[in-house]
């Protein structure tokens, strides 16, 4: 069992959904990343996706797109990416990670080279935001081979036979973007995210995510009630825009606890 699915199963167990924060590696401060990942870890982060820096992040909204910016100007790449994921499992043995992130920096860096070095690093799934599963399945194929659980997006214009064949082949968890657009776009309708989750576990075996407009415990607590895990990121990329090198890992942490608190009560 891999440690995603370890976790999904825990929390089952427990009664409890999954906390899933998303942040850019590098961002706010090249060397805060590995801070960051442990600190919202020990709020009650479930599993961690990192985002791998990338000039085009056609899916993210204008905070992820700064964040990506900022991290690729310090010089973060796949490389650095890989060194914070094996300096945060020397830490954590248990909290799954999710690189999250588009197809080019993948294939600069070499797709074998890639899942070799991902499985050596300690990275438990891969989103690749530009594979479309009809494209993707021998790569997908590739990372389960490997032991890496490959995560696919669905979305509010998922056909039944998308879900299907992401059915076929995702594992781990499915990421459903609630929202037409861009993270941190627009406003979340959990009414209409209450509709579609039943559809889309008709196809899908793995737990169901839901992302793109969650921004405070109020609405993660709501989304959590229809779903199995709740997805956050620009909320907490912009939060930690502001704050110094000696308390980003702090606020981080703050903010997690707070949602990790709302989900639980």
Do not use: W
């Not at 706010?28 to 600190?39: K, N, Q």
């Not at 989103?127 to 990372?143: G, M």
């Not at 776009?185 to 407009?213: C, E, N, Q, W, Y």
């Amino acid at each position: 069992m891999s440690r995603i699915a370890a976790t999904f199963a825990a929390l089952r167990a427990q009664g409890r959904k999954a906390l899933i924060p998303y942040v850019t590696a590098g961002d706010p401060f090249a060397d805060a990343t590995v801070d960051i990942m442990l600190a919202m870890a020990a709020a009650g982060a479930d599993v961690i996706e990192l985002g791998v820096p990338f000039s085009d992040p056609m899916a993210d909204g204008p905070v992820i797109q700064k964040a990506s910016e900022r991290a690729l100007a310090r010089g973060i790449g796949m490389t650095q990416v890989l060194a914070f994921v094996r300096a945060f499992r020397a830490r954590n043995a248990t909290t799954p990670v999710v690189l999250m992130g588009y197809a080019n920096p993948v294939e600069r860096y070499g797709v074998a080279r890639f899942v070799d070095d991902a499985v050596s690093a300690g990275v438990d799934g891969v989103l690749v935001v530009d594979y479309p599963p009809e494209e993707c399945e021998p790569f997908a194929l590739t990372l389960r081979a490997n032991g890496l659980d490959p995560i696919f997006l669905l979305a509010p214009t998922s056909t039944d036979a998308r879900m299907a064949h992401v059915g076929r082949i995702a594992s781990g968890y499915v990421y459903y973007v609630s929202l037409k657009g861009v993270t941190g776009a627009g406003h979340l309708d959990t009414a209409a995210v209450a509709a579609m989750v039943p559809r889309i576990r008709k196809h899908v075996s793995v737990p169901v995510g839901v992302g793109f407009g969650i921004r405070d415990a109020a609405t993660a607590r709501a989304v959590a009630a229809v779903s199995d895990a709740v997805v956050i990121g620009t909320a907490l990329v912009q939060l930690l825009e502001t704050a110094p090198r000696s308390e980003v890992a702090a606020v981080a942490g703050h903010f997690i606890g707070t949602i990790r608190k709302a989900l639980d009560s």
